[in-house]
Protein backbone atom coordinates (compact mmCIF):
# COMPACT_ATOMS: atom_id res chain seq x y z
CA UNK A 1 0.00 0.00 0.00
CA UNK A 2 0.95 3.58 -0.81
CA UNK A 3 0.79 6.12 1.82
CA UNK A 4 -0.79 9.57 0.55
CA UNK A 5 -0.31 12.46 2.91
CA UNK A 6 -1.21 15.08 0.09
CA UNK A 7 -3.45 15.40 -2.71
CA UNK A 8 -3.31 18.48 -5.64
CA UNK A 9 -6.77 18.41 -6.71
CA UNK A 10 -6.01 19.60 -10.39
CA UNK A 11 -9.65 21.86 -11.22
CA UNK A 12 -11.79 23.91 -9.60
CA UNK A 13 -15.32 25.04 -8.65
CA UNK A 14 -17.72 22.42 -7.07
CA UNK A 15 -15.82 19.13 -7.98
CA UNK A 16 -12.55 20.52 -6.35
CA UNK A 17 -14.70 21.44 -3.29
CA UNK A 18 -16.46 17.96 -3.32
CA UNK A 19 -12.51 16.07 -3.46
CA UNK A 20 -11.67 18.52 -0.64
CA UNK A 21 -14.05 17.55 1.89
CA UNK A 22 -13.47 13.47 0.95
CA UNK A 23 -9.36 14.24 1.64
CA UNK A 24 -10.36 16.31 4.98
CA UNK A 25 -12.15 13.19 6.07
CA UNK A 26 -9.72 11.17 5.11
CA UNK A 27 -7.18 13.21 7.24
CA UNK A 28 -5.34 14.24 4.08
CA UNK A 29 -4.28 17.33 3.05
CA UNK A 30 -5.57 18.87 -0.24
CA UNK A 31 -3.70 21.33 -2.20
CA UNK A 32 -6.15 23.81 -4.73
CA UNK A 33 -4.72 25.11 -7.22
CA UNK A 34 -5.79 28.80 -9.37
CA UNK A 35 -6.36 30.60 -11.89
CA UNK A 36 -6.37 34.72 -12.08
CA UNK A 37 -10.45 34.43 -12.22
CA UNK A 38 -10.41 32.11 -9.18
CA UNK A 39 -8.68 33.88 -6.64
CA UNK A 40 -11.14 34.05 -3.73
CA UNK A 41 -12.98 31.31 -5.32
CA UNK A 42 -14.07 28.67 -2.56
CA UNK A 43 -12.09 25.84 -3.47
CA UNK A 44 -9.11 27.95 -2.48
CA UNK A 45 -10.28 29.30 0.51
CA UNK A 46 -11.04 25.92 1.86
CA UNK A 47 -7.95 23.54 0.65
CA UNK A 48 -5.15 23.35 3.25
CA UNK A 49 -2.48 25.29 0.39
CA UNK A 50 -3.30 26.22 -2.83
CA UNK A 51 -0.64 27.23 -5.64
CA UNK A 52 -1.58 29.56 -8.47
CA UNK A 53 -1.12 27.96 -11.82
CA UNK A 54 -1.57 31.33 -14.68
CA UNK A 55 -4.29 33.29 -16.47
CA UNK A 56 -8.23 33.00 -16.42
CA UNK A 57 -8.19 30.97 -19.63
CA UNK A 58 -8.16 27.22 -19.01
CA UNK A 59 -5.44 26.63 -21.88
CA UNK A 60 -3.07 28.86 -19.62
CA UNK A 61 -4.15 27.18 -15.78
CA UNK A 62 -6.32 24.25 -15.30
CA UNK A 63 -5.39 22.60 -19.14
CA UNK A 64 -2.13 23.78 -17.99
CA UNK A 65 -0.07 20.13 -17.49
CA UNK A 66 3.37 21.61 -17.11
CA UNK A 67 1.88 24.46 -14.73
CA UNK A 68 0.14 21.12 -12.87
CA UNK A 69 2.90 19.60 -12.51
CA UNK A 70 4.97 22.16 -10.84
CA UNK A 71 2.18 23.62 -8.46
CA UNK A 72 2.59 19.57 -7.37
CA UNK A 73 6.32 19.52 -7.12
CA UNK A 74 5.94 23.04 -4.99
CA UNK A 75 3.37 21.57 -2.71
CA UNK A 76 4.91 18.65 -2.38
CA UNK A 77 2.26 16.00 -2.93
CA UNK A 78 2.12 12.33 -3.55
CA UNK A 79 -1.28 12.25 -5.74
CA UNK A 80 -3.19 13.96 -8.12
CA UNK A 81 -7.05 14.03 -8.40
CA UNK A 82 -8.47 15.60 -11.89
CA UNK A 83 -12.09 15.81 -10.94
CA UNK A 84 -13.85 15.77 -14.00
CA UNK A 85 -13.89 17.61 -17.25
CA UNK A 86 -10.21 19.81 -18.04
CA UNK A 87 -7.41 16.89 -17.95
CA UNK A 88 -9.61 14.02 -16.60
CA UNK A 89 -9.81 12.22 -19.60
CA UNK A 90 -6.36 13.08 -21.21
CA UNK A 91 -3.80 9.89 -21.25
CA UNK A 92 -1.25 12.42 -21.38
CA UNK A 93 -1.63 13.55 -18.08
CA UNK A 94 -2.01 10.58 -16.49
CA UNK A 95 1.38 9.29 -17.87
CA UNK A 96 3.13 12.51 -17.46
CA UNK A 97 1.89 12.49 -13.50
CA UNK A 98 3.02 9.01 -13.34
CA UNK A 99 6.68 9.47 -15.35
CA UNK A 100 7.06 12.79 -12.69
CA UNK A 101 6.36 10.11 -9.49
CA UNK A 102 2.57 11.15 -8.51
CA UNK A 103 -0.02 8.70 -8.43
CA UNK A 104 -2.50 9.54 -10.53
CA UNK A 105 -6.11 9.08 -8.97
CA UNK A 106 -7.55 7.40 -11.73
CA UNK A 107 -7.13 4.60 -14.55
CA UNK A 108 -3.89 3.82 -16.38
CA UNK A 109 -3.41 5.88 -19.07
CA UNK A 110 -4.04 2.90 -21.62
CA UNK A 111 -6.96 2.50 -20.54
CA UNK A 112 -8.27 6.16 -21.03
CA UNK A 113 -6.67 6.36 -24.32
CA UNK A 114 -8.65 3.17 -25.22
CA UNK A 115 -11.89 4.66 -24.30
CA UNK A 116 -11.24 7.66 -25.26
CA UNK A 117 -10.93 6.24 -28.86
CA UNK A 118 -15.11 5.26 -29.49
CA UNK A 119 -13.98 3.49 -33.07
CA UNK A 120 -11.68 1.26 -30.72
CA UNK A 121 -14.11 1.08 -27.69
CA UNK A 122 -16.65 -0.42 -30.28
CA UNK A 123 -14.06 -2.91 -31.35
CA UNK A 124 -12.97 -4.14 -27.79
CA UNK A 125 -17.26 -3.94 -26.87
CA UNK A 126 -17.18 -6.22 -29.82
CA UNK A 127 -14.73 -8.70 -28.73
CA UNK A 128 -16.41 -8.65 -24.90
CA UNK A 129 -19.56 -9.34 -25.88
CA UNK A 130 -21.42 -6.06 -25.35
CA UNK A 131 -24.13 -4.95 -27.78
CA UNK A 132 -22.84 -1.39 -29.51
CA UNK A 133 -25.37 0.50 -31.76
CA UNK A 134 -25.19 -1.56 -35.52
CA UNK A 135 -22.76 0.10 -37.71
CA UNK A 136 -19.07 0.78 -39.09
CA UNK A 137 -16.25 -1.67 -37.50
CA UNK A 138 -13.39 1.18 -37.67
CA UNK A 139 -12.98 4.37 -39.18
CA UNK A 140 -14.46 5.41 -42.60
CA UNK A 141 -12.68 5.24 -45.32
CA UNK A 142 -14.94 6.84 -48.15
CA UNK A 143 -18.40 7.83 -48.91
CA UNK A 144 -19.04 4.71 -50.75
CA UNK A 145 -18.26 2.70 -47.50
CA UNK A 146 -20.73 5.13 -45.61
CA UNK A 147 -23.51 4.05 -47.86
CA UNK A 148 -22.50 0.18 -47.90
CA UNK A 149 -22.24 0.01 -44.28
CA UNK A 150 -25.65 2.62 -44.11
CA UNK A 151 -27.60 -0.07 -46.54
CA UNK A 152 -26.68 -2.78 -44.67
CA UNK A 153 -28.32 -1.38 -41.48
CA UNK A 154 -30.81 0.80 -42.89
CA UNK A 155 -31.42 5.02 -42.56
CA UNK A 156 -31.00 6.90 -40.19
CA UNK A 157 -27.33 6.75 -39.69
CA UNK A 158 -25.99 8.97 -36.96
CA UNK A 159 -21.97 10.22 -38.62
CA UNK A 160 -19.76 10.31 -35.52
CA UNK A 161 -16.10 11.33 -34.48
CA UNK A 162 -14.01 9.18 -33.19
CA UNK A 163 -11.98 11.02 -31.33
CA UNK A 164 -15.38 12.68 -29.95
CA UNK A 165 -17.58 12.20 -27.64
CA UNK A 166 -20.31 14.69 -25.66
CA UNK A 167 -22.20 14.90 -29.38
CA UNK A 168 -19.27 16.88 -31.38
CA UNK A 169 -18.73 16.36 -35.11
CA UNK A 170 -22.10 14.34 -35.11
CA UNK A 171 -24.85 14.10 -37.88
CA UNK A 172 -27.90 12.90 -38.77
CA UNK A 173 -27.84 10.84 -42.28
CA UNK A 174 -31.46 10.11 -43.65
CA UNK A 175 -30.68 9.17 -47.25
CA UNK A 176 -27.70 8.07 -49.18
CA UNK A 177 -27.22 11.80 -50.85
CA UNK A 178 -26.26 13.65 -47.29
CA UNK A 179 -22.97 11.50 -46.83
CA UNK A 180 -20.61 13.38 -49.27
CA UNK A 181 -21.42 16.99 -47.67
CA UNK A 182 -22.19 15.85 -44.21
CA UNK A 183 -18.95 13.48 -44.09
CA UNK A 184 -16.90 16.60 -44.86
CA UNK A 185 -19.08 18.65 -42.31
CA UNK A 186 -18.04 16.44 -39.15
CA UNK A 187 -14.86 15.94 -40.22
CA UNK A 188 -13.94 19.67 -40.06
CA UNK A 189 -15.91 19.85 -37.28
CA UNK A 190 -13.89 16.77 -35.21
CA UNK A 191 -10.62 18.04 -36.82
CA UNK A 192 -11.28 21.55 -34.91
CA UNK A 193 -12.38 20.13 -32.10
CA UNK A 194 -10.13 16.93 -31.46
CA UNK A 195 -7.24 17.63 -34.22
CA UNK A 196 -8.37 14.10 -35.30
CA UNK A 197 -11.00 14.18 -38.37
CA UNK A 198 -11.99 10.19 -38.27
CA UNK A 199 -15.59 9.64 -38.09
CA UNK A 200 -17.59 6.28 -38.48
CA UNK A 201 -21.01 5.70 -38.60
CA UNK A 202 -23.75 4.00 -36.48
CA UNK A 203 -27.20 3.26 -36.80
CA UNK A 204 -29.66 6.19 -35.28
CA UNK A 205 -31.82 5.82 -32.66
CA UNK A 206 -34.62 8.01 -32.41
CA UNK A 207 -35.84 8.36 -28.82
CA UNK A 208 -33.58 6.40 -26.70
CA UNK A 209 -33.02 7.10 -22.90
CA UNK A 210 -30.02 7.68 -21.54
CA UNK A 211 -28.96 4.83 -18.21
CA UNK A 212 -25.61 4.73 -17.44
CA UNK A 213 -23.86 2.61 -14.81
CA UNK A 214 -21.50 3.18 -12.16
CA UNK A 215 -18.73 0.79 -11.55
CA UNK A 216 -15.52 0.36 -9.21
CA UNK A 217 -12.78 -2.17 -10.21
CA UNK A 218 -9.61 -2.41 -7.56
CA UNK A 219 -5.87 -3.25 -8.76
CA UNK A 220 -6.45 -7.18 -8.19
CA UNK A 221 -9.18 -7.67 -10.67
CA UNK A 222 -12.06 -7.15 -8.54
CA UNK A 223 -14.99 -5.34 -10.33
CA UNK A 224 -18.51 -4.09 -8.79
CA UNK A 225 -21.10 -2.26 -9.98
CA UNK A 226 -23.08 0.40 -7.72
CA UNK A 227 -25.93 0.42 -10.03
CA UNK A 228 -27.65 2.60 -12.66
CA UNK A 229 -28.55 6.46 -13.12
CA UNK A 230 -30.68 7.60 -15.65
CA UNK A 231 -29.73 10.86 -17.61
CA UNK A 232 -32.19 11.55 -20.18
CA UNK A 233 -32.99 15.18 -19.53
CA UNK A 234 -30.31 16.73 -21.22
CA UNK A 235 -30.12 19.72 -23.48
CA UNK A 236 -26.99 20.57 -26.06
CA UNK A 237 -25.66 17.48 -24.82
CA UNK A 238 -25.58 18.68 -21.18
CA UNK A 239 -27.11 16.82 -18.76
CA UNK A 240 -29.78 19.17 -16.11
CA UNK A 241 -31.15 16.38 -14.07
CA UNK A 242 -30.77 13.16 -13.36
CA UNK A 243 -31.71 9.85 -10.97
CA UNK A 244 -30.78 7.18 -9.47
CA UNK A 245 -31.80 3.94 -9.99
CA UNK A 246 -33.83 3.94 -13.58
CA UNK A 247 -37.80 4.27 -13.22
CA UNK A 248 -38.36 1.62 -15.87
CA UNK A 249 -35.41 -0.64 -15.10
CA UNK A 250 -36.31 -4.23 -14.28
CA UNK A 251 -34.56 -6.59 -12.59
CA UNK A 252 -33.77 -8.69 -15.89
CA UNK A 253 -32.76 -5.53 -17.77
CA UNK A 254 -30.21 -4.67 -14.60
CA UNK A 255 -29.01 -7.60 -14.29
CA UNK A 256 -28.29 -8.06 -18.44
CA UNK A 257 -26.92 -4.45 -18.18
CA UNK A 258 -24.42 -4.33 -15.18
CA UNK A 259 -22.90 -7.47 -16.54
CA UNK A 260 -22.58 -5.32 -19.48
CA UNK A 261 -20.81 -3.09 -17.56
CA UNK A 262 -18.26 -4.71 -15.51
CA UNK A 263 -17.28 -6.67 -18.67
CA UNK A 264 -16.99 -3.37 -20.35
CA UNK A 265 -14.12 -2.39 -17.39
CA UNK A 266 -12.50 -5.65 -17.75
CA UNK A 267 -12.38 -5.56 -21.18
CA UNK A 268 -9.66 -2.17 -20.57
CA UNK A 269 -8.65 -3.29 -17.24
CA UNK A 270 -10.02 -0.48 -15.55
CA UNK A 271 -9.38 0.47 -12.22
CA UNK A 272 -10.92 2.79 -10.22
CA UNK A 273 -14.14 4.97 -10.72
CA UNK A 274 -15.64 4.59 -13.98
CA UNK A 275 -19.01 4.76 -15.59
CA UNK A 276 -20.32 2.89 -18.61
CA UNK A 277 -23.12 5.21 -20.72
CA UNK A 278 -25.92 2.73 -22.43
CA UNK A 279 -28.24 4.42 -24.74
CA UNK A 280 -31.86 2.07 -24.12
CA UNK A 281 -34.31 1.94 -27.01
CA UNK A 282 -38.21 1.69 -26.73
CA UNK A 283 -38.10 -2.11 -26.57
CA UNK A 284 -35.60 -2.34 -23.76
CA UNK A 285 -32.99 -3.20 -25.83
CA UNK A 286 -29.69 -1.53 -24.85
CA UNK A 287 -26.51 -0.45 -26.81
CA UNK A 288 -22.94 0.54 -25.59
CA UNK A 289 -22.05 4.72 -26.17
CA UNK A 290 -18.88 5.38 -24.23
CA UNK A 291 -17.20 4.32 -21.37
CA UNK A 292 -16.35 7.72 -18.77
CA UNK A 293 -13.19 7.31 -17.38
CA UNK A 294 -13.18 9.47 -14.28
CA UNK A 295 -15.47 10.97 -11.56
CA UNK A 296 -18.92 12.13 -13.17
CA UNK A 297 -21.15 15.38 -12.10
CA UNK A 298 -24.05 13.06 -11.24
CA UNK A 299 -22.17 10.79 -8.88
CA UNK A 300 -23.81 12.05 -5.85
CA UNK A 301 -27.09 10.31 -6.87
CA UNK A 302 -25.13 6.85 -6.79
CA UNK A 303 -23.74 8.17 -3.38
CA UNK A 304 -27.15 8.96 -1.60
CA UNK A 305 -28.70 5.71 -2.90
CA UNK A 306 -25.50 3.04 -2.76
CA UNK A 307 -24.17 4.89 0.66
CA UNK A 308 -21.20 5.30 0.03
CA UNK A 309 -17.91 8.00 -0.75
CA UNK A 310 -16.61 7.56 -4.46
CA UNK A 311 -14.18 9.88 -3.90
CA UNK A 312 -12.82 7.97 -0.97
CA UNK A 313 -13.08 4.54 -3.03
CA UNK A 314 -10.97 6.17 -5.36
CA UNK A 315 -8.48 7.21 -3.75
CA UNK A 316 -8.26 3.97 -1.72
CA UNK A 317 -8.30 2.40 -4.76
CA UNK A 318 -5.25 4.34 -5.83
CA UNK A 319 -3.46 3.67 -3.06
CA UNK A 320 -3.60 -0.12 -3.33
CA UNK A 321 -6.41 -0.95 -1.43
CA UNK A 322 -8.87 -3.78 -2.21
CA UNK A 323 -12.68 -3.03 -2.58
CA UNK A 324 -13.66 -3.28 0.90
CA UNK A 325 -17.36 -4.27 -0.48
CA UNK A 326 -18.46 -7.18 -2.43
CA UNK A 327 -21.46 -7.05 -4.91
CA UNK A 328 -23.51 -8.84 -2.37
CA UNK A 329 -22.96 -6.04 -0.08
CA UNK A 330 -24.45 -3.26 -2.60
CA UNK A 331 -28.01 -2.42 -2.69
CA UNK A 332 -30.09 0.47 -3.92
CA UNK A 333 -31.83 2.85 -0.56
CA UNK A 334 -34.30 4.25 -2.15
CA UNK A 335 -34.16 7.15 -4.26
CA UNK A 336 -32.56 9.98 -5.98
CA UNK A 337 -32.38 12.89 -7.84
CA UNK A 338 -30.06 15.57 -9.06
CA UNK A 339 -31.06 18.60 -10.26
CA UNK A 340 -27.79 20.91 -11.52
CA UNK A 341 -28.57 24.68 -11.35
CA UNK A 342 -26.72 26.27 -14.21
CA UNK A 343 -26.70 30.35 -14.44
CA UNK A 344 -28.38 30.22 -17.77
CA UNK A 345 -32.08 31.48 -18.56
CA UNK A 346 -34.49 28.77 -19.58
CA UNK A 347 -36.49 31.56 -21.01
CA UNK A 348 -34.09 32.37 -23.28
CA UNK A 349 -32.86 29.14 -24.74
CA UNK A 350 -30.94 28.45 -22.15
CA UNK A 351 -28.50 31.30 -23.09
CA UNK A 352 -25.63 31.72 -20.59
CA UNK A 353 -26.24 33.97 -17.70
CA UNK A 354 -23.21 35.81 -15.71
CA UNK A 355 -23.45 38.25 -13.22
CA UNK A 356 -22.60 38.41 -9.67
CA UNK A 357 -23.99 36.26 -7.32
CA UNK A 358 -26.03 38.80 -5.11
CA UNK A 359 -28.00 36.05 -3.55
CA UNK A 360 -27.51 32.52 -2.58
CA UNK A 361 -29.42 30.82 -0.28
CA UNK A 362 -29.54 27.16 -0.51
CA UNK A 363 -32.10 24.70 0.70
CA UNK A 364 -31.50 22.07 3.33
CA UNK A 365 -33.79 20.12 5.48
CA UNK A 366 -34.56 16.28 5.50
CA UNK A 367 -32.52 14.58 2.55
CA UNK A 368 -31.29 17.04 0.81
CA UNK A 369 -27.64 17.64 -0.32
CA UNK A 370 -26.02 20.75 -2.26
CA UNK A 371 -22.77 20.75 -3.55
CA UNK A 372 -21.36 23.93 -4.89
CA UNK A 373 -18.85 25.52 -5.90
CA UNK A 374 -19.69 29.69 -5.37
CA UNK A 375 -20.75 31.16 -2.74
CA UNK A 376 -23.29 34.50 -2.61
CA UNK A 377 -20.84 37.84 -3.52
CA UNK A 378 -19.12 35.45 -6.09
CA UNK A 379 -19.15 36.07 -9.98
CA UNK A 380 -20.03 34.07 -12.49
CA UNK A 381 -18.08 34.51 -15.25
CA UNK A 382 -17.58 33.64 -19.32
CA UNK A 383 -14.13 31.78 -18.61
CA UNK A 384 -15.80 28.36 -16.94
CA UNK A 385 -18.79 26.35 -17.35
CA UNK A 386 -21.64 28.06 -15.97
CA UNK A 387 -22.83 25.46 -12.95
CA UNK A 388 -24.08 27.11 -9.53
CA UNK A 389 -24.60 24.39 -7.63
CA UNK A 390 -26.13 20.72 -8.42
CA UNK A 391 -28.79 20.15 -5.77
CA UNK A 392 -29.99 16.32 -5.02
CA UNK A 393 -32.19 15.11 -2.75
CA UNK A 394 -33.30 11.59 -1.54
CA UNK A 395 -36.13 9.82 -0.38
CA UNK A 396 -37.22 6.31 0.48
CA UNK A 397 -38.80 5.83 -3.43
CA UNK A 398 -39.26 8.24 -6.50
CA UNK A 399 -42.93 10.26 -5.59
CA UNK A 400 -41.17 11.00 -2.30
CA UNK A 401 -37.69 12.15 -4.28
CA UNK A 402 -39.97 14.58 -6.93
CA UNK A 403 -41.68 16.07 -3.81
CA UNK A 404 -38.40 16.58 -1.67
CA UNK A 405 -37.01 18.26 -4.75
CA UNK A 406 -39.97 20.53 -5.53
CA UNK A 407 -39.60 21.79 -2.17
CA UNK A 408 -35.90 22.17 -1.97
CA UNK A 409 -36.06 24.05 -5.42
CA UNK A 410 -39.19 25.98 -4.01
CA UNK A 411 -36.61 27.02 -0.67
CA UNK A 412 -33.66 27.73 -3.36
CA UNK A 413 -32.80 31.66 -3.33
CA UNK A 414 -30.91 33.13 -5.86
CA UNK A 415 -30.75 36.15 -7.16
CA UNK A 416 -28.19 37.99 -9.28
CA UNK A 417 -28.67 36.01 -12.54
CA UNK A 418 -31.31 33.39 -14.31
CA UNK A 419 -31.07 29.97 -13.61
CA UNK A 420 -32.07 26.39 -14.59
CA UNK A 421 -34.73 26.47 -11.44
CA UNK A 422 -37.81 27.12 -13.79
CA UNK A 423 -36.83 24.80 -15.97
CA UNK A 424 -36.12 21.70 -12.94
CA UNK A 425 -40.28 23.15 -11.42
CA UNK A 426 -41.37 22.50 -14.72
CA UNK A 427 -40.05 19.13 -15.15
CA UNK A 428 -40.39 18.24 -11.57
CA UNK A 429 -44.07 19.34 -12.65
CA UNK A 430 -44.37 17.20 -15.94
CA UNK A 431 -46.77 14.71 -16.18
CA UNK A 432 -44.45 12.63 -18.55
CA UNK A 433 -41.54 12.70 -16.09
CA UNK A 434 -43.57 12.16 -12.85
CA UNK A 435 -44.63 8.58 -14.13
CA UNK A 436 -41.16 8.22 -15.75
CA UNK A 437 -42.28 8.38 -19.67
CA UNK A 438 -39.23 10.64 -20.97
CA UNK A 439 -36.10 10.11 -23.28
CA UNK A 440 -33.29 12.43 -24.31
CA UNK A 441 -35.95 14.08 -26.59
CA UNK A 442 -37.72 15.29 -23.84
CA UNK A 443 -36.33 19.07 -22.94
CA UNK A 444 -36.73 19.45 -27.02
CA UNK A 445 -40.14 18.07 -27.16
CA UNK A 446 -42.20 19.05 -23.73
CA UNK A 447 -40.37 22.51 -23.12
CA UNK A 448 -41.28 25.23 -24.92
CA UNK A 449 -42.16 29.18 -24.76
CA UNK A 450 -45.65 27.67 -24.93
CA UNK A 451 -45.47 25.55 -21.51
CA UNK A 452 -44.58 29.02 -20.33
CA UNK A 453 -48.05 30.05 -19.53
CA UNK A 454 -47.71 31.63 -16.14
CA UNK A 455 -44.82 33.84 -17.51
CA UNK A 456 -41.94 32.02 -15.36
CA UNK A 457 -39.39 31.72 -17.60
CA UNK A 458 -39.77 35.14 -19.26
CA UNK A 459 -40.19 36.98 -15.87
CA UNK A 460 -37.79 39.23 -15.36
CA UNK A 461 -36.62 39.39 -11.99
CA UNK A 462 -35.12 43.02 -12.06
CA UNK A 463 -35.99 44.66 -8.85
CA UNK A 464 -34.09 41.80 -6.84
CA UNK A 465 -30.02 43.13 -7.82
CA UNK A 466 -31.50 46.61 -6.92
CA UNK A 467 -32.54 45.10 -2.97
CA UNK A 468 -29.42 43.69 -2.85
CA UNK A 469 -27.29 46.45 -3.87
CA UNK A 470 -29.23 48.40 -1.22
CA UNK A 471 -28.51 45.52 1.58
CA UNK A 472 -25.19 46.12 0.62
CA UNK A 473 -24.72 49.73 1.67
CA UNK A 474 -26.08 48.56 5.31
CA UNK A 475 -29.22 50.06 5.57
CA UNK A 476 -30.12 50.53 9.28
CA UNK A 477 -32.64 48.16 10.70
CA UNK A 478 -35.16 50.42 11.36
CA UNK A 479 -35.44 51.73 7.60
CA UNK A 480 -35.67 48.10 6.54
CA UNK A 481 -38.87 47.43 8.24
CA UNK A 482 -41.71 47.56 5.29
CA UNK A 483 -44.98 47.14 5.20
CA UNK A 484 -46.89 43.35 4.82
CA UNK A 485 -46.38 42.11 1.26
CA UNK A 486 -48.91 43.74 -1.58
CA UNK A 487 -49.09 40.95 -4.48
CA UNK A 488 -50.41 44.19 -6.88
CA UNK A 489 -47.68 46.00 -6.44
CA UNK A 490 -43.70 45.98 -7.43
CA UNK A 491 -42.86 48.36 -4.79
CA UNK A 492 -40.15 46.86 -2.55
CA UNK A 493 -40.83 45.25 0.83
CA UNK A 494 -37.57 44.66 3.33
CA UNK A 495 -39.52 43.27 5.87
CA UNK A 496 -41.36 40.75 3.26
CA UNK A 497 -38.87 37.48 3.81
CA UNK A 498 -39.05 36.62 0.18
CA UNK A 499 -38.30 39.60 -1.82
CA UNK A 500 -35.81 38.29 -3.74
CA UNK A 501 -37.63 35.52 -6.06
CA UNK A 502 -41.25 36.35 -7.84
CA UNK A 503 -40.72 32.59 -8.46
CA UNK A 504 -42.04 30.99 -5.33
CA UNK A 505 -45.24 32.59 -5.73
CA UNK A 506 -45.71 30.68 -8.99
CA UNK A 507 -48.56 28.06 -8.80
CA UNK A 508 -47.30 25.40 -11.06
C1 LIG B 1 -26.42 8.31 -30.36
C2 LIG B 1 -27.77 8.65 -30.40
C3 LIG B 1 -28.62 7.84 -31.12
N1 LIG B 1 -28.14 6.78 -31.80
N2 LIG B 1 -26.00 7.23 -31.03
C4 LIG B 1 -24.99 12.15 -27.91
C5 LIG B 1 -23.70 12.41 -27.26
C6 LIG B 1 -22.78 11.37 -27.72
N3 LIG B 1 -22.07 10.88 -26.61
C7 LIG B 1 -23.62 10.33 -28.35
N4 LIG B 1 -24.94 10.84 -28.43
C8 LIG B 1 -25.93 10.15 -29.03
N5 LIG B 1 -25.53 9.04 -29.69
C9 LIG B 1 -26.84 6.50 -31.72
N6 LIG B 1 -26.38 5.43 -32.39
C10 LIG B 1 -28.20 9.76 -29.70
C11 LIG B 1 -27.28 10.51 -29.03
C12 LIG B 1 -27.82 11.62 -28.29
C13 LIG B 1 -27.87 11.61 -26.90
C14 LIG B 1 -27.35 10.58 -26.15
C15 LIG B 1 -27.41 10.60 -24.78
C16 LIG B 1 -28.00 11.67 -24.13
C17 LIG B 1 -28.51 12.69 -24.84
C18 LIG B 1 -28.46 12.69 -26.24
C19 LIG B 1 -28.99 13.76 -26.95
C20 LIG B 1 -28.92 13.76 -28.31
C21 LIG B 1 -28.33 12.68 -28.99
Not at 196 to 220: M, T
Not at 223 to 242: A, N, Y
Amino acid sequence: MKQIRKILIANRGEIALRIIRTCKDMNIAAVAVYSDADCTSPHVLWADESVYIGTSASAESYLNIEAILKAARTAGVDAIHPGYGFLSENSRFATTCRDAGFLFIGPEPESIEVMGDKTRARQLMTRAGVPSPPGSSSDLQDVEEAKAVADKIGYPVLVKAAAGGGGKGMRVIDSPGQFEPEIKAARSEARNAFGDDRVYIEKYLKSPRHIEFQILADQYGNTVHLFERECSIQRRHQKIIEEAPCSIMTPELREDMAEAAIAAARSCNYTGAGTIEFLVDENKKFYFLEMNTRLQVEHPVTELIIGIDLVEMQIRIARGEKLPMKQQDLGIQGHAIECRIYAEDPGDNFLPSTGTLLRHRIPSGPGIRVDAGVEEGNEITIHYDPMISKLCVHSKDRKGSIERMKRALNEYEISGCKTTIPFCQFTMNHEGFVIGEYNTNFVMDEFNMESDQNGIYTETDDVAPIVSALLMAEIPKTEQKGSPADPGSNSVHFGESNWWSKRRKFKL
